[in-house]
């Protein structure tokens, strides 16, 4: 079962910042928190990573709160290119690439 | 670097077939897994090999099986092909199974079982 909860789907107006919650409160401490998203019919992309610390690439921002029991993405400026479904992701555990997708958040990006 | 890449990119088969998909991983990757994306089930684990290991394996049955040979290219089988077979096929790599090692998916392979 997927241990994150992610709203189904959002909207967001293009150049605007768009920021998708998740929730994973039975997240363990040595758990990652991992975010791909998924352009209809290719593989998932990685977009950003972390495990405690907030974190920020080329792509993305990640916001984990201080209990680790949730986190936001942020796209600072969304664009039509970054619609997508979204997925929030708890890496099962420390020693294994076992990924449990959830149904992920599908972000719409309009004009 | 060159990404994950996965052959064949579409396949069409009749049930009772089987079918071998390969999947080469990015140049120095070592850790292999698979899954399977259906619109009913979305994505789902199949397994992950690591140093020609499977180390772990999803919900399936033992109609689909891979494998991952010494270059850490890997390759999964499915025998006796159902119709509900039908479905996106994700290869993805990693440097080692480890919570902080990221997975890079391929762009999959598309079955269709008629």
């Known amino acids: 079962d997927a241990k994150t909860t992610q709203p189904t789907s959002m909207d967001c107006a293009e150049g605007r910042a768009a920021n998708l919650p998740c929730n994973h409160s039975t997240i363990s401490g040595n758990e990652y928190v991992y975010w791909y998203r998924q352009i209809h019919s290719q593989g998932p992309q990685y977009i950003i990573h972390g495990l405690k610390n907030n974190e920020t690439n080329e792509m993305a921002s990640l916001i984990i709160t201080e209990d680790r029991k949730s986190s936001t993405l942020i796209l600072p400026h969304a664009t039509l290119r970054d619609t997508a479904v979204y997925y929030c992701i708890v890496r099962v555990g420390e020693h294994t690439d076992k990924l449990i997708f959830g149904t992920g958040t599908r972000l719409q990006v309009f004009p | 670097k060159a990404g994950v890449t996965q052959t064949p990119r579409y396949l069409i088969k009749t049930r009772g077939q089987q079918v071998t998909l390969s999947c080469s991983p990015i140049s120095g990757h070592r850790s292999v897994s698979w899954y399977q994306q259906t619109p009913g089930q979305g994505l789902q684990f199949l397994f992950e090999y690591f140093s020609e290991t499977q180390r772990n394996k999803g919900n399936f049955p033992g109609r689909f099986s891979g494998r991952q040979f010494s270059n850490s290219r890997s390759e999964m089988n499915v025998s006796t092909l159902e119709l509900g077979d039908s479905a996106l096929y994700l290869c993805?790599?990693?440097?080692?199974?480890?919570?902080?090692?990221?997975?890079?998916f391929g762009p999959g392979t598309r079955l269709l079982v008629l």
């Open positions: 993805a790599s990693s440097l080692g199974p480890s919570g902080g090692k990221t997975q890079y």
